[in-house]
């Protein structure tokens, strides 16, 4: 392993020299005069002084040498339709769209929200954003009104962008009475809502005055072209919200200069890409895997993006490798549910289409198992890639990284650090490093490398409580995973410190869910718990104590209410968040302090056994627990 442990000791140990030659990758109007800034620990701020902007990186830089290069390839299996935009159609996309943004007042340093589904005008609007050194906040279009409300509120944006409709699974979803919903919740609803009505939803109603037609101001800002903000380095790029263990979502502060670097760095060092390949990422633009790789690293790279509308399987379990063979993929990026969506499927469709263009397929975003692997890797024939990183990070943490050395690859492990993060095991109570094969809270040395997050938006306290305080005896970064690491050196996921689950690869917070059912009226108390699934890898599972207990008398009822608290879920946080289960008890298993048994409940659910109750408060709750899942 010598290339890879050389790059990386360089990285830390020649850490200015290191990221300046990173830095070069990108364009500066402004060179920078320091490479990090870390006199306010745990606050960390990259090439200060350095002028640059994203979107210019990501589009306008590209003109000179590959402006009839397809830049962004738009693929729908929901509406039947394919659009390709070169980097001089993206560049006049970006542009009018920048100068329709600024006709409605945003400038520098206010928000903008983009509530929307996977259609090329959402990535035209978050490069726009960025071009005049406003700060977007994209929302993922299957989040519920309450929640699109508390981050309309945190993030007060000026303006909100949305779609009238996506599609999922050939339904059409309706966005826009959501964002109405929304905006009727939010104490700082934004101005003005863009909408771009792709006539899916022909009753959709508009408020004159506030809501505009995108397609109409198109019209009104045809051809027009908006010079780049150039922002200094830590300017703020967006804001992306993420579960915790508070009911209160995160907003992850992003930098730009830091960010641009470190995405420019990943293409050719992690995901061994080239400018002209041809990279497909199956996540969604409201995610971090989104945001980073289906959109900035390989714009930034100068790569072809392809940015998929639809599932799957649909129109059949060919689609992926279809898009694969005819537009000539070198690199995919996925997740582990999505392959063992597939793997329900017919084998035969790994086969049917000329795959021979794919060198790797990267996984991420909860743990890969063995089985699903084997099976996507013999079926493909590519190299299967785990990788491990976070909302946070914002670029993989653990990765193999073929494109410095093909290191060998160990099942279940997302392998070794990747260049600029300096990893700790730590004790969960001592902080004193563990040994190989022990068990212990995975963390990263301060300051975290570029592209990592800078703070949480407008809470510099709560960034340094939530993860830098776990331990004493230092403050480093905690990921709130466990962790072991092998003699080899590596690192192996083993779940949660925290009450955060992963429920298809969505990162969702047990709390979150638990306030979303205590919107119903009959709910007295609730514990949400994530468990084990073949499929999904974790589903939430409620136990729920009501205030009537004669609507739950009988199975029938219990049915009913159960529906109804799942429906009560759907509309305050989403669907994605609805609880697999609901189960009725009469009391939740707490400690005599009143905390709840959380990881003993989740361990009566998946059939183990739930540890030390000493602290229990009455044991017959847990119980109540055992026999609703029996
Ligand atoms: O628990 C880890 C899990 O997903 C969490 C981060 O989720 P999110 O913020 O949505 O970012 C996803 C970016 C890929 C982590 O704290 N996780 C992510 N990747 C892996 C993983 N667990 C096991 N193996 C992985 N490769």
Known sequence: MGAYQDFYEQSLSHRDAFWTREAARIDWVKPFRQVCDFSNPPFAKWFVGGETNLCYNAVDRHLATRAEQNALTWISSEVELTRAFTYRDLFNEVNRFAAILKSLGVGKGDRVLIYMPMIPEAVFAMLATVRIGAIHSVVFGGFAAASLAAR??????????TADAGSRGGKIIPLKPLTDESIALAKHPPKHVVIVNRGLDRDMKTLPGRDMDYLALCRRHEGEIVPCEWVESSHPSYILYTSGTTGKPKGVQRDTGGYAVALAASMPNIFDTKPGETYFCTSDIGWVVGHSYIIYAPLINGSTTIMYDGLPIRPDAGIWW????????????????????????????????????????????????QPTSDWIEKGLGVKVIDNYWQTESGWPILSAQPGIEATPRKLGSPSFASYGYKMKLKHEETGKPVGANEKGVLCIEAPLPPGCMSTIWRDDARFVKTYFSSFKDEQVYTTFDWATRDSDGYYFIMGRTDDVINVAGHRLGTREIEEAIQAHANIAEVAVVGVADALKGQVPMAFAVVKDASKVATPELQAAHEKEIMATVDKELGAIGRPARVHFVTLLPKTRSGKLLRRSIQALCEKRDPGDLTTIEDPAALEQVRAAVA
């Open 322 to 369: 279809k898009i694969v063979q005819d537009y000539k993929v070198s690199t995919m990026f996925s997740s582990p549910t999505a392959i063992r969506v597939l793997k329900k499927q017919d084998p035969a469709w790994l086969k049917k289409f000329d795959v021979s263009s794919l060198r790797y397929l990267f996984l991420a975003g909860e743990p890969l198992d």
């Open 152 to 161: 309309i509120d945190d993030a007060e944006p000026k303006v909100l962008i």
